[in-house]
């Protein structure tokens, strides 16, 4: 395993809040179903919400549990479109959904919003693809690095795959907000903020490099 590596894994496994065992499926869907009900009873005005996003932004920002874009920068139904995967990373399919969210829905303003202790930084594409290799089933980590414990067939289809990990964090976000910035289909006028979110302390922090390569290109 790279030095590198090794030093955020030891970060990583930290002790930490214990993980509950996980729910069997049943109940799990009884649960978000029983949620979704209560929610749907208290709808009320958000029936006639307009499809266009009011307040004219789009957030990129990572899967992480932990993260709450809807918390973190103050959202209401409506407000604002949340695009999400692994890293929130600019991918192919994260700038299809920023052309749309402006073109189409006329939002003016991006945030890629990536995070601290994010797990994209603790393995590699050799890392992921030598694991799905060996099986589907999850992996454990520890001191050593990580371990395939499955017994399913694996699959090599991960060689193929740009897995998009992140060795620095504050140059992951200036790297997405300059592909963002540099992309053909991208509007020329919007700003594209770049920030790291704090999972220790809930805040954004700005990465001003990458604030500054997301600033608006003359016409
Ligand atoms: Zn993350």
């Known amino acids: 395993m790279p030095s590198f590596l090794r030093r955020k894994l030891a970060r990583f496994l930290r002790p930490r809040a214990a993980l509950p065992p996980p729910e069997p499926a049943v109940s799990l869907l009884n ?15 958000k029936s006639t919400l307009p499809l266009p996003p009011a307040r004219r932004f789009a957030v990129l920002t990572c899967m992480d549990a932990r993260l709450d874009p809807a918390k973190y ?4 139904e409506g407000d604002a479109h949340v695009i999400r995967n692994a890293g929130g990373r600019a991918s192919d399919d994260a700038i299809r959904s920023l052309v749309i969210s402006h073109k189409l829905l006329g939002t003016q303003a991006y945030f890629v919003v990536h995070h601290t202790d994010c797990g994209m930084v603790l393995f590699t594409d050799e890392i992921i693809s030598g694991l799905l290799e060996k099986s589907l089933d999850t992996a454990v980590l520890d001191a050593e690095g990580w371990h395939d414990v499955g017994h399913s067939a694996g699959s090599s289809a991960g060689r193929y795959i740009r897995w998009l990990t992140i060795s620095d964090a504050e140059q992951a976000v200036l790297d997405d907000v300059t592909r963002i910035r540099q992309h053909p ?28 390569a997301g600033q608006p290109l003359a016409h």
Not at 73 to 76: E, P, Q, V, W
Not at 187 to 202: M, Q
């Open 31 to 45: 649960e978000v179903l029983a949620a979704n009900a209560k929610y749907a009873e208290t709808f009320g005005d």
């Open 185 to 212: 289909l991208i509007a020329r006028e919007i700003p594209i903020h770049g920030y790291l979110y704090d999972v220790r302390s809930g805040r954004l922090v700005e990465v001003p490099r990458a604030t500054a």
């Open 73 to 76: 920068a103050g959202l209401a």
